[in-house]
């Protein structure tokens, strides 16, 4: 099936956002893409001092909008991330729709992008969000799918939960910056998907210079042999995958690491 990753160029204007995204999800769907992803804050700009500004309740007006262009296109629609408002907490939340509009899934971030590398970034999601406490697992009628938010991504453990519960395809809406993009992005990717034998996508925002925070871009799609099967630059672009489930099985068949485990030894376990 193809999958459709959409590089966003995001702009202070929610509504102009919202209107190009659903313009570039119709143009994915007319290209034959079956699956199809925004990038993690797709509303907003990407900043602790935008989020409560900009958070909506979900279910909400942009929700049903994502609902209605999944169901006129008939597509698997992964939303991106929006910030959440719930109970007086805010969210860094990603949604799913099916070709019938019903949401199949909603993911909060799980881990706060919380970091301080000196001289270069200092960022604390956790100044205005709250974490998620939940793995997202969907069905589509071509493979189980898992969901990340950007920093989930560094948590080898997730992305093993999600392949023993039988997901094939890891999808992370995510907005590196300048200093852990080239540093990590591409690599992280690669290690998820060898070391669980799967496909692993992840969608940024298109970097915009002038914004404070700078995201690096370069949404990409790994295949299981830890191969980038296809990379976008860092300007707003819609790019296309094939994801081939035989390739995957064979690679299992060839190197049978998931039947190989010493359970006896070790184990990664999901709480709740």
């Known amino acids: 099936?193809?999958?459709?990753?959409?590089?966003?160029?995001?702009?202070?204007?929610?509504?102009?956002?919202?209107?190009?995204?659903?313009?570039?999800?119709?143009?994915?769907?007319?290209?034959?893409?079956?699956?199809?992803?925004?990038?993690?804050?797709?509303?907003?700009?990407?900043?602790?001092?935008?989020?409560?500004?900009?958070?909506?309740?979900?279910?909400?007006?942009?929700?049903?909008?994502?609902?209605?262009?999944?169901?006129?296109?008939?597509?698997?629609?992964?939303?991106?991330?929006?910030?959440?408002?719930?109970?007086?907490?805010?969210?860094?939340?990603?949604?799913?729709?099916?070709?019938?509009?019903?949401?199949?899934?909603?993911?909060?971030?799980?881990?706060?992008?919380?970091?301080?590398?000196?001289?270069?970034?200092?960022?604390?999601?956790?100044?205005?969000?709250?974490?998620?406490?939940?793995?997202?697992?969907?069905?589509?009628?071509?493979?189980?799918?898992?969901l990340g938010i950007c920093y989930d991504i560094r948590f080898a453990e997730m992305a093993q939960i999600y392949g023993q519960k039988g997901c094939q395809l890891l999808i992370y809406p995510g907005a590196f910056n300048l200093t852990t993009g080239p540093a990590h992005w591409e690599l992280l990717q690669r290690g998820r998907a060898v070391d669980n034998q799967v496909y692993v996508a992840t969608v940024s925002p298109a970097r915009d210079e002038k914004a404070s925070y700078v995201a690096w871009g370069h949404s990409t799609v790994v295949n299981p042999w830890g191969e980038v099967i296809a990379k976008a630059g860092a300007e707003e672009t819609v790019t296309y995958a094939d994801i081939d489930l035989k390739k995957l099985t064979e690679i299992r068949q060839q190197i049978p690491i998931l039947s190989q485990k010493r359970r006896d030894l070790y184990s990664i376990e999901m709480k709740q």
């Open 1 to 146: 099936f193809r999958l459709a990753l959409i590089q966003l160029h995001v702009s202070a204007a929610k509504s102009d956002n919202l209107q190009r995204a659903c313009g570039l999800v119709r143009e994915a769907s007319a290209k034959g893409a079956k699956v199809v992803a925004l990038p993690e804050c797709f509303n907003c700009p990407y900043g602790t001092q935008y989020f409560k500004e900009y958070a909506e309740k979900i279910p909400g007006e942009l929700t049903q909008k994502l609902s209605e262009i999944a169901k006129e296109c008939s597509i698997y629609l992964i939303g991106g991330s929006i910030p959440e408002e719930d109970g007086g907490k805010l969210y860094n939340t990603c949604t799913v729709f099916g070709p019938d509009g019903a949401m199949l899934a909603k993911h909060r971030k799980v881990h706060l992008f919380d970091i301080n590398i000196p001289g270069k970034i200092q960022f604390r999601e956790s100044e205005t969000l709250s974490p998620g406490n939940s793995f997202s697992m969907f069905d589509t009628p071509y493979c189980k799918v898992g």
